[in-house]
C-alpha cells in the first residue's frame, strides 16, 4: 500500500504541475497577445495625423483596449476610438479620453462659423431695410466682420444691430461703407 500511496502521489503532483504550467502557458499567450494588440493601437493612433497621439494612452486587458488621456475635441475622442475598434484581436474599447477644450475644435468652430454666417445673410434677406446683397459677411470664432456698401446710416446701424443680437457672435468688426444717394 504504501507504494500505491506513493505513485497516486507522484500521479497527484504530475498532474498539478501539468495543469500549472498549461495555466502559466495560456496566461502568457493572454499577455503576448494584448501587448500586441498594445502595440497595434499605438501605431494606429501614432500614425493619424488628426491625433496627437502621445496625449493617449493604451492599456490592454484580455481584448480590451483602455484609452485615456486626453483630445482636444469628442471628434477626435470619437475617432480614437473607431480606430482602436477596427483592430483584429479587439475584443471592446473602454474610451476614458477626456475632452479638454470641446468648443475648441477647428471643425466645430468651422461648423459655428458658417452658421452664423448663414443665419446673418437669411436675416438680412427678411429684413427689407438692409441691402443683403451688398453686405459681406465673414465669420470666425463668434467674431462676425461686415463689409460692403449700404446707403444710410440708418441701414449701417440695423445691419451693426442684427449682427450683434445674432445667437454665437461675440463682436462685430464694422468695415461696412455708407454711400448716401
Known amino acids: 500500500m504504501n507504494k500505491l500511496t506513493?505513485?497516486?502521489s507522484a500521479v497527484a503532483v504530475v498532474s498539478v504541475l501539468g495543469l500549472s504550467s498549461q495555466a502559466e502557458a495560456n496566461d502568457w499567450k493572454d499577455k503576448s497577445k494584448d501587448a500586441w494588440i498594445d502595440g497595434k493601437a499605438?501605431?494606429?493612433l501614432l500614425m493619424n495625423t488628426n491625433l496627437n497621439s502621445f496625449d493617449i494612452n493604451t492599456d490592454v486587458e484580455k481584448g480590451v483596449v483602455i484609452l485615456t488621456g486626453k483630445v482636444d475635441s469628442k471628434v477626435e475622442r470619437d475617432l480614437a476610438e473607431e480606430l482602436i475598434e477596427s483592430l483584429d484581436g479587439v475584443n471592446s474599447v473602454e474610451n476614458e479620453l477626456t475632452v479638454m477644450n470641446k468648443d475648441k475644435s477647428s471643425f466645430g468652430n468651422t461648423m459655428m462659423d458658417a452658421k452664423v454666417a448663414t443665419v446673418l445673410e437669411t436675416k438680412y434677406l427678411l429684413e427689407s431695410?438692409?441691402?443683403a446683397t451688398d453686405i459681406d459677411i465673414?465669420?470666425?470664432n463668434g467674431v462676425v466682420k461686415l463689409s460692403g456698401l449700404v446707403s444710410s446710416d440708418a441701414e449701417h446701424d440695423l445691419a451693426i444691430?442684427?449682427?450683434k443680437n445674432t445667437d454665437d457672435v461675440k463682436r462685430v468688426i464694422d468695415e461696412l461703407e455708407v454711400t448716401e444717394e
Open 6 to 8: 506513493k505513485t497516486l
Open 42 to 44: 499605438e501605431t494606429v
Open 129 to 131: 431695410e438692409v441691402s
Open 138 to 140: 465673414e465669420a470666425e
Open 161 to 163: 444691430a442684427i449682427a
